[in-house]
């Protein structure tokens, strides 16, 4: 490998000067839960598992839709590759907690460690991976260099790059290219991260977008007959990974809305961090609302039932007649994956800001999918349609069924070209 361009240089040694400290910031963020106290040690490069036996695959998402994301990857790669193992990387505790329950059987979940260059070299040397897939926009230079120096081979999947993030690599382009030269493949999940991409240097593999493949968020079968039984036969609107700010409009849309409905509807809030569930029921009861919240076993009574429990998406998706989907009325969230409600043949509503998942949107758009919804008003309107004519609810379901069934594809494409890279 060549020699690293300044920029680089200088962020190795800024990294590695601010290393010691990094174990005190740690325990900061893990008092405000932003990490989990018992694995510290992970985001030091201190592995809290045995390294398995033979090839070793490290996959990493940072958050929980690049993470959840991955689970198809990490089931077809296995598949392929008897016997290959995965070491998979997160970066926050709610990703932490999904991967518990949603990695195929024989991978191995750890946090990713930080971008030192101590803590890089303790996770690569302990865990001796053969090939690297990292998911989106994660570009860590310390961990990206270092894999590469051990030769590790590194693919870029569902790879993004937004308009400000190219700008400010264009302004360090050596570093840019540097970086993604080390990658044998890039596969961008847009047109537009394609060509920024390319521009800055990457070699472009095939489209990929892995939020478009998949399957259905899975559900306990006993929760959902008790629930089903304890909501009867009432119509179900539900909000599904919400942000601060989006719960009250939503609310105050779904009042509206089923205003002279029959079947006294409900409305579900699965907020996109259940933690936020105390005080997102005191702020709803002070705006007059009726709630009950999951996470204290209180029964569905009221207008509003707040599911602040973690896992049960797929649980509230099955439920529901007519599903908003959160990010989309937040400022600077961009939405969240519309095929998750789209694969059980649930309509989706939205906001206006989407532009983390914009082609999926106007694809669904264009098929009668989805529904934009501009602000509050337009919300209300909607959603009174969709609990009114029921038929049309249906056919947007199965609009959208349809849709998310022509997905997969890509994956195979993408796992053609993966295998030979983790297991040659």
């Known amino acids: 490998m060549s020699a690293r361009p300044p920029p680089l240089r200088l962020y190795a040694l800024a990294a590695g000067l601010a290393e010691p400290f990094a174990r005190r910031a740690l325990r900061a963020r893990a008092r405000r839960g932003k990490e989990d106290p018992d694995r510290l040690g992970e985001r030091l490069g201190f592995a809290s598992r045995p390294r398995p036996q033979g090839e070793v695959a490290w996959l990493h998402g940072v958050s929980v839709g690049e993470s959840l994301s991955l689970i198809p990857l990490a089931r077809g790669l296995m598949a392929r590759r008897p016997g290959l193992s995965l070491v998979v990387t997160t970066g926050t505790v709610t990703a932490a907690r999904l991967m518990a329950e949603r990695l195929p059987p024989g991978a191995i979940h750890q946090y990713a460690p930080v971008d030192g260059p101590a803590a890089a070299a303790r996770f690569l040397d302990h865990w001796r991976p053969s090939a690297a897939i990292l998911a989106e926009s994660e570009l860590w230079p310390n961990l990206i260099l270092a894999a590469r120096a051990r030769g590790v081979r590194l693919a870029l999947v569902s790879a993004r790059m937004t308009q400000a993030s190219a700008r400010g690599w264009a302004r360090a382009p050596a570093a840019a290219r540097a970086l993604l030269e080390c990658f044998e493949t890039v ?91 105390a005080g997102l029921a005191t702020e709803l009861t002070s705006q007059g609302f009726t ?93 009174k349609g969709l609990l009114t004519y029921p038929h049309i609810a249906r056919r947007m379901g199965e609009a959208g069924l349809a849709y998310a069934a022509r997905q997969g594809a890509a994956l195979e494409a993408a796992l053609d070209r993966l295998a030979p890279l983790v297991a040659p």
Do not use: W
């Open 291 to 383: 709630c009950a919240r999951r996470s204290l076993g209180e029964a569905p009574e009221g207008e509003i039932y707040l599911a602040d429990t973690l896992g049960e998406t797929g649980l509230v998706l099955r439920l529901a007649a007519a599903v908003v989907m959160g990010g989309g009325f937040a400022a600077g969230i961009g939405g969240h994956n519309p095929l998750e409600p789209a694969r059980l043949g649930a309509p989706v509503l939205t906001g206006p800001d989407v532009f983390n998942a914009r082609e999926l949107y106007e694809e669904m758009f264009a098929e009668g999918a989805a529904i934009p919804a501009a602000d509050g008003a337009a919300l209300v309107r909607h959603m």
């Open 187 to 277: 596969m961008p999940q847009d047109q537009a991260s394609a060509a920024r991409l390319a521009a800055l240097g990457a070699r472009l593999g095939p489209a990929l977008n892995l939020k478009r493949v998949g399957e259905p968020p899975p559900c306990d079968a006993e929760a959902l007959s008790n629930l089903r039984q304890a909501i009867d036969a009432r119509p179900v609107v539900a909000a599904v990974s919400t942000h601060p700010g989006e719960e009250i409009l939503i609310a105050e849309a779904f009042r509206e809305a089923s205003r002279n409905v029959a079947g006294r509807p409900l409305l579900i809030i699965l907020p996109r961090h259940p933690e936020r569930g």
